[in-house]
C-alpha cells in the first residue's frame, strides 16, 4: 500500500503542473464551445434570415407577376380600342359633329392625275 | 483517504454493460441506415411521385381565340381577358347581405341572387364576362365567398359593320354564327400547358429558365373583306332602304378577277357586340341565305346561253307584239309596249316578250345547262353558314310558261352571292369560280401563315360572248337605258336592273303590291374592277330596279372605285370647273402612290369669291386677282353680290355689288 502510495503519489511539482493543464485544457474547450456556439447561433441566424429573404421575395416576384399579367391584359384593351377609334362609322360621327365636316360636293372635288 | 483501483471497475458486469451498450448503439444504427436504404432504394420511385406531386404542377393556360381581320389589315374581332364573378357557397357567410351589396352593382334582381349565394355549392357562377368597373366595384366590397377569374371575351370594335358576316361567339367562346362558325376550330386555338413547380402555398413558382407563359393567339384569319368598302356599302344601303321605306336589302361586291368578296351588306344591320336572342331575326346573311326571283336581271344569262349556243344573233330583231304575248293560257305583258327589237335593244329596254321568244327558242335543256353553269341551283361553296341553294326546278319538269317566265327571271329563285358571282363570270370574260371569303390564315402578330384558295375555276362562255354582253349591259346605263341612275360620272358601267313580283305564301300568286328591286352590273365596263348586286325588298314609292337599286349603286361606286385606285375618266362631262391638269410623272402612271411633277392652271376658270360684308375697297382689292370687271352701286359695304359667291368663273362674268351704308 505504501509502495502503491508512494508510486502513485507524484511529486508536488508534478502534481501542480498537471493541475494547470486541466483547467487550461477545460478553458480551452469551453472557448472553443464557446465560439463554436456562437458560429453555430449566427449561421442558424442566417439561415433563418435567408429564409425570410426567400419568402419575401417570392411574395415580391409573385406580384411582379400578377402586375404583368395585368398589364398585358391592358395592352390588349388598348389595342381593343384603338380599333375601335379607327371604326369607319365613328369618324364619320366625328367629323361631323365634332369638326362640322361633311363630305366634299361634286363641283368641291378637284382631279389630279 | 486511498483513492479506489480503476481496474477494479473493469469487471464482468462492466464489460457485459459495454458490450450491450455497443450492440444496442449498432444495432440502432443498423436500423436507422436499413430505414433509410428502403426510403430512399427500395420505395424510392413512390416517394419521387409524392414529391412531384406536391411540388410539381401542370399549370393549364387558355389561348386567346384568333383574331379577325379585314383585307387591309384593320382588326375586326378580337378577345381581352374580362373579369367572371363566382361564389364558394360554403364561404359565403350572409346571402342576404352580400345580395343587396352585389344587385346594383350587376344589376340583377336581390332575391334570385340571394338564392343562389345561399346554396352551398362549391362554385356557382354568379354573372360572367363583367365589365371592368363592375369587376373593381365587387373586388372593393371584400365580401366572403365572392372570388373573380378571369374569361375572354370577344369584341367587334366596328360594331356592325359586316355584322352577320363576323357572326359572334357564345359565352364559352365557340362560334355560333357567320365566321366565327365556320372557321371555329381555325380560330378556337391551343391551350399552353406548362410543367411548374408550386411553392408552400400552392402557388406558381417560376423560374428564371422556366418563365411563366403568356397567353397569346394561336392563328387569326384575315378575310377578303374590305372595312372601308363593307361601311360604305352598308351605309348606302340603309339609305336607300330608309328613303324607300322598305322591308330589307342586300349588298355583294365582288372582285371579278379574283371572286374575291369586297363587302356583303345586310339591311336591318346587327352588332354582334349585342347578340342577344331579342336580336335573333338580324343575325342572318341574307346575301347567302334569302333567295329570290331575280326578275329581269335574269335576260343577261338568257341572251348570253342563246348567244353562246348560236340561237340567236347580235344583229337580228324579235317582234314584241306591242306589249302582250300569249304563252298557253298565260298573258305576258311588257311594260312599255315594244314592236321590232334588237337584241341589245331587248336588254336595254328590257322586253319580257322578247325573253320569253328566246327562251322557247333556245328550249329547255340548254338554258338549264346554261342556268346551272352560271351557279344558280346549287351553293357557291363560300364558306359560310347557312347558305341556301336558290330554286331551279328539274328542266324535264317546265312547262312552255316556265321557260318563257325563267327567260326574265321569274319561277327561279337565286341568292344575291349567285347572282353576283354570274355576273362576274360575264365581267372577267365568261370564267366562272367559287367565291372567297377568307384570305389568308395569319399568326398573333398579323403575318401570313397560309394562304386560302378557292377551287378550280371553269370557263363557261367565250370571251367574244362576254364582250358582245358587256356591250349590251353598257347600254342599259346609257340615255334611254333603264338603269341610267346606275353610272357614277366618270364611269362606265354595265348592268342590269330587275324588278320581280314576290310571291305571297298565303295566296300562292304574286302579290300586286310587293316588288323586289335588283340592280346588278360591274364596273368600270372596260376593265371591271367591281362587281355589285342590290337589292331591295318590298320597297314603297317606287318599285322599278333601275329607280330604287341603281342609285344605291352609283352612290357605292363612286366612293368605292376612287378608293380602289380607279379615277374617273376627264372627258366626262360634269368635271368641275376647277379640273386643273398636273404635269403627268414620267411613266404616265397615276394614283395614290404617284406625285405630281406641277399643278398648273390650264385657264383662268375659278369660281367667285364671296365679298359680302366687305367695304367697296376691300371686295375690289379681293376680286382683283381674278381679273373680272366689277360694278356696283351704293355706297357702304357689301350687301348683296350678283353671281354668288361659289358660282364658277366665266372669262365674261361681271360681278355686281350692291353697297349699303347702313349694314
Known amino acids: ?113 | 483517504m486511498d483513492k479506489p483501483n480503476a481496474g477494479s471497475f473493469q469487471n464482468t458486469r462492466y464489460w457485459i454493460c459495454c458490450a450491450f451498450l455497443r450492440i444496442v448503439v449498432v444495432a440502432a444504427f443498423i436500423l436507422i441506415i436499413g430505414k433509410a436504404f428502403y426510403l430512399q432504394v427500395v420505395e424510392h420511385p413512390v416517394w419521387l411521385e409524392r414529391s412531384r406531386a406536391q411540388a410539381e404542377a401542370k399549370l393549364n393556360v387558355p389561348s386567346y381565340r384568333g383574331s379577325i381581320y379585314d383585307n387591309r389589315g384593320r382588326l375586326m374581332a378580337f378577345s381581352v381577358p374580362q373579369a367572371s364573378l363566382f361564389a364558394d357557397g360554403k364561404y359565403v357567410k350572409d346571402p342576404k347581405r352580400a345580395a343587396s351589396r352585389l344587385a346594383p352593382i350587376i344589376g340583377e334582381p336581390v332575391d334570385g341572387l340571394e338564392e343562389r349565394l345561399a346554396s352551398e355549392r362549391r362554385f356557382i357562377w354568379i354573372k360572367r364576362q363583367l365589365t371592368d368597373q363592375q369587376a373593381m366595384a365587387v373586388e372593393s366590397l371584400k365580401e366572403s365567398g365572392l372570388y373573380t377569374t378571369n374569361e375572354y371575351r370577344r369584341f367587334y370594335p366596328f360594331r356592325q359593320v359586316a355584322g352577320q358576316v363576323l357572326g359572334f361567339v357564345g359565352l364559352d367562346g365557340k362560334g355560333l354564327e357567320g365566321v366565327e362558325k365556320a372557321y371555329d376550330s381555325l380560330l378556337a386555338g391551343k391551350d399552353i400547358v406548362k410543367d411548374c413547380l408550386r411553392d408552400g402555398l400552392r402557388r406558381g413558382l417560376w423560374l428564371r429558365n422556366s418563365p411563366p407563359p403568356e397567353p397569346g393567339e394561336d392563328s387569326g384569319l384575315r378575310l377578303t373583306l374590305d372595312a372601308y368598302l363593307q361601311y360604305v356599302s352598308e351605309t348606302e344601303l340603309e339609305k336607300g332602304v330608309t328613303k324607300y321605306n322598305a322591308k330589307a336589302g342586300e349588298v355583294v361586291i365582288v372582285d371579278p378577277r379574283t371572286f374575291e368578296i369586297l363587302a356583303m351588306a345586310n339591311w336591318p344591320l346587327f352588332d354582334p357586340n349585342h347578340s342577344g336572342k331579342k336580336n335573333a331575326h338580324l343575325w342572318r346573311n341574307r346575301t347567302i341565305t334569302d333567295s329570290f326571283e331575280p326578275g329581269s336581271t335574269f335576260k343577261v344569262f338568257l341572251v348570253t346561253a342563246a348567244l353562246e349556243e348560236g340561237a340567236i344573233k347580235t344583229s337580228e330583231r324579235i317582234f314584241c307584239e306591242n306589249g302582250k304575248f300569249r304563252v298557253a293560257s298565260h298573258t305576258i305583258n311588257d311594260v312599255h309596249p315594244y314592236g321590232w327589237l334588237t337584241i341589245p335593244e331587248v336588254i336595254k329596254f328590257s322586253s319580257n316578250i322578247a325573253a320569253s321568244k328566246i327562251a322557247l327558242g333556245l328550249g329547255s335543256e340548254k338554258y338549264a345547262n346554261y342556268i346551272h353553269s352560271f351557279g344558280f341551283g346549287v351553293a357557291t361553296g363560300i364558306s359560310l353558314p347557312g347558305e341556301a341553294k336558290g330554286l331551279v326546278r328539274p328542266w324535264e319538269k317546265w312547262r312552255p310558261m316556265d321557260l318563257a317566265a325563267t327567260g326574265f327571271g321569274q319561277a327561279i329563285g337565286v341568292t344575291a352571292l349567285q347572282l353576283t358571282m354570274a355576273v362576274a363570270a360575264i365581267a372577267n370574260g365568261g370564267v366562272y369560280g367559287q367565291p372567297l371569303i377568307a384570305k389568308q390564315v395569319v399568326d398573333s402578330e398579323g403575318e401570313p401563315v397560309r394562304q386560302f384558295t378557292g377551287t378550280a375555276t371553269r370557263r363557261i362562255i367565250q370571251k367574244k360572248t362576254a364582250e358582245k354582253i358587256r356591250d349590251m349591259m353598257q347600254s342599259v346605263t346609257e340615255e334611254g337605258g333603264t338603269g341610267i341612275q346606275a353610272a357614277p360620272p366618270g364611269y362606265s358601267a354595265a348592268g342590269k336592273t330587275g324588278t320581280a313580283q314576290v310571291l305571297d305564301p298565303e295566296t300562292g300568286r304574286y302579290a300586286t303590291n310587293k316588288f323586289t328591286s335588283i340592280f346588278t352590273g360591274y364596273i368600270p365596263a372596260s376593265d371591271p374592277r367591281l362587281v355589285m348586286t342590290v337589292v331591295i325588298h318590298e320597297p314603297h314609292g317606287a318599285i322599278y330596279g333601275g329607280v330604287v337599286a341603281g342609285p344605291i349603286f352609283r352612290s357605292i361606286a363612286a366612293k368605292a372605285l376612287p378608293y380602289l385606285g380607279v379615277f374617273p375618266s376627264s372627258e366626262h362631262p360634269e368635271s368641275s370647273p376647277g379640273l386643273r391638269l398636273v404635269s403627268r410623272t414620267n411613266d404616265g402612271e397615276s394614283g395614290p402612290s404617284r406625285i405630281p411633277h406641277s399643278v398648273d392652271r390650264v385657264d383662268q376658270s375659278g369660281v367667285v369669291p364671296d365679298v359680302t360684308g366687305l367695304s367697296l375697297k376691300l371686295a375690289l382689292l379681293k376680286l382683283a386677282p381674278f381679273g373680272v370687271r366689277t360694278e356696283f352701286t351704293g355706297s357702304g359695304k357689301v350687301i348683296m353680290q350678283q353671281p354668288s359667291g361659289g358660282t364658277p368663273l366665266r372669262p365674261d362674268t361681271v360681278v355686281e355689288l350692291v353697297l349699303n351704308e347702313n349694314n
Do not use: C
Not at chain 1, 509502495?3 to 478553458?27: C, F, I, N, V
Not at chain 1, 395585368?70 to 380600342?81: F, I, P, T
Open chain 1, 1 to 113: 500500500m505504501q509502495e502503491q502510495t508512494t508510486k502513485q503519489s507524484p511529486t508536488p511539482d508534478a502534481d501542480h503542473l498537471q493541475g494547470s493543464r486541466r483547467p487550461r485544457s477545460m478553458r480551452s474547450w469551453l472557448v472553443y464551445s464557446g465560439m463554436l456556439g456562437v458560429l453555430f447561433i449566427l449561421f442558424a441566424t442566417l439561415n433563418v434570415w435567408l429564409h425570410i429573404q426567400y419568402i419575401q421575395d417570392g411574395y415580391r416576384l409573385a406580384g411582379l407577376q400578377s402586375e404583368h399579367e395585368q398589364l398585358l391584359a391592358v395592352q390588349r384593351k388598348l389595342r381593343l380600342e384603338w380599333s375601335q377609334l379607327s371604326d369607319p362609322s365613328y369618324l364619320e360621327k366625328l367629323g361631323r359633329e365634332k369638326f362640322g365636316l361633311a363630305a366634299p360636293r361634286r363641283d368641291q372635288k378637284v382631279l389630279i392625275r
